[in-house]
């Protein structure tokens, strides 16, 4: 399986929206998935649009699994992902997350997944991040020094 993150571009956002929009991902994530106009508005002015962002797209053996990114939130950087629902559970979300963190020199980095995404949490954890408490939302508060 290979494994590669590439820079996101326009023509990607229509199959990130589709992904959000898997109903088990969404339910594990606890996202209420946006109208496709959102959905793209949002992707283009905040997430393409962020000059601090760092924005990939996840590819496996050529075809497009999702996407990673990194943004400021005030003084904190976090990291958030979304992987199609066929790439769970084959190591996609380990290997594409070790080779974001290669290229993300921010640290301390900052992760807040639902408590009911297990996969999620446990992802993180195997990439080194830490657990440091849980939100009043149910988040669970995860931290890459």
């Known amino acids: 399986m290979d494994v590669s993150l590439r820079d996101v571009t326009e023509a990607d956002l229509e199959t990130f929206h589709e992904q959000e929009c898997d109903p088990e991902a969404a339910r594990r994530a606890r996202w209420r998935p946006r ?12 997430v393409l649009g962020d000059p601090t962002g760092f924005v990939q797209a996840v590819v496996v053996d050529g075809a497009l699994a999702g996407n990673i990114v990194a943004w400021w939130a005030g003084e904190r950087r976090f990291i958030g992902y979304w992987l199609g629902r066929e790439f769970w559970g ?50 669970v508060l995860l931290v890459l020094s």
């Open 35 to 46: 109208e496709h106009d959102a959905f793209i508005t949002h992707w283009k002015n905040k």
């Open 90 to 139: 084959k190591g996609v979300g380990t290997l594409a997350l070790t080779r974001f963190l290669e290229l993300e020199p921010t640290r301390p980095l900052h992760a807040d997944p639902h408590e009911g995404n297990v996969g999620s949490v446990r992802l993180l954890e195997r990439c080194g991040f830490q657990r440091t408490g849980t939100d009043p939302d149910g988040h």
